[in-house]
């Protein structure tokens, strides 16, 4: 799992550095062959990603999850 987190943080700040401005986190896609990550999970570690990164102000983070 920590590589998944590590990827999605990844991808937030190549988001960021891109000039994005929304970023959806979303367990959409999550079935019988692709384990979702939990997506609370992953939307705290971007967040704290991005401060760390100096990116936070950039995106705003949106949750798209069946998991709540």
């Known amino acids: 799992m ?3 987190l590590d990827r999605i ?3 937030a700040c190549n988001a960021a550095h891109d000039n994005y401005q929304l970023l959806i986190l979303s367990d959409r896609r999550a079935g019988y062959s692709r384990v979702a990550v939990s997506t609370l999970l992953a939307l705290g570690a971007t967040h704290h990603h991005l401060i760390e ?3 936070r ?3 705003s983070l949106i949750l798209e999850t069946a998991e709540a």
Do not use: P, S, T
């Open 2 to 4: 920590v590589k998944a």
């Open 57 to 59: 102000m950039k995106l």
């Open 9 to 11: 943080c990844d991808e």
């Open 53 to 55: 990164e100096r990116q």
